[in-house]
């Protein structure tokens, strides 16, 4: 079965500096990666995803992933963050009959004035 | 366009009652439509998830059911609460052929 992992429960970083919130994942056959965003009492909204191509995935609001295939990883980075950037951010893979996405368990992402 | 609607945004429930959560999608057809709780503000945990009327796939064993009873439409039902199913409850559609899940604003579900 398929599934992701966040290794941070929160992660904290100062306006204007640029920040990461790490992923990793396992998968049978090629990975379907997504960061989804939750705002406060919110549905989840989408970033991005990587299907195949590029390892460097652009999304919505400045964000952009590294898909790494050696590391199994898809990290979410910006390079410079606004405060307006927390919030809680998930990481999640889909099965290969895309059933469903599997999510990780969330990282709390804060960005200080 | 595409909109989700999902009702109540919040509701208190005491243990033993019945519940009904309703989930309405507009401006597409035949979406999968899917059922998430996220407890404590954290990770999510797939529910429910269906590919057409009447097609109901259960993802862990539970005191919930759902039925979609309309092409674009999804409930998720108790015949008696529990404690245990207070949560953040959010319903997902996505296109047949596409890769990104709509969410809908949530249902705050607490049993007391």
């Known amino acids: 079965a398929q599934s992701v992992a966040q290794p941070e429960d929160q992660v904290n970083v100062a306006e204007g500096n640029p920040l990461t919130v790490k992923c990793t994942y396992s998968v049978s056959g090629n990975p379907y990666l997504f960061w989804y965003v939750q705002y406060p009492n919110r549905g989840l909204q989408f970033l991005l995803k990587?299907?195949?191509?590029?390892?460097l995935v652009k999304g919505s609001y400045g964000f952009e992933a590294e898909f790494n295939k050696s590391q199994t990883s898809f990290h979410l980075k910006k390079p410079s963050a606004l405060v307006s950037d927390s919030a809680l951010y998930f990481c999640?893979?889909?099965?290969?009959?895309?059933?469903?996405?599997?999510f990780g368990s969330g990282t709390r992402l804060q960005v200080q004035p | 366009s595409q909109t989700i609607h999902q009702w109540p945004a919040t509701l208190v429930q005491p243990v033993g009652s019945p519940l009904s959560l309703e989930c309405t999608v507009e401006g597409t057809s035949n979406p999968n439509l899917y059922w998430y709780r996220q407890a404590a503000g954290r990770g999510l945990q797939l529910l429910f998830y269906?590919?057409?009327?009447?097609?109901i796939s259960s993802e862990v064993p539970q005191n919930l059911s759902a039925s979609r009873p309309q092409d674009r439409q999804f409930i998720l039902s108790s015949k008696k609460l529990l404690l245990s199913d207070s949560g953040f409850y959010l319903c997902?559609?996505?296109?047949?052929?596409?890769?990104?899940?709509?969410f809908g604003s949530g249902t705050q579900l607490s049993v007391l």
């Open positions: 999640a893979v889909r099965d290969i009959r895309w059933r469903a996405l599997t």
């Open positions: 997902a559609w996505r296109e047949l052929s596409g890769e990104k899940l709509f």
């Open positions: 990587y299907i195949t191509g590029d390892n």
């Open positions: 269906s590919v057409g009327i009447g097609q």
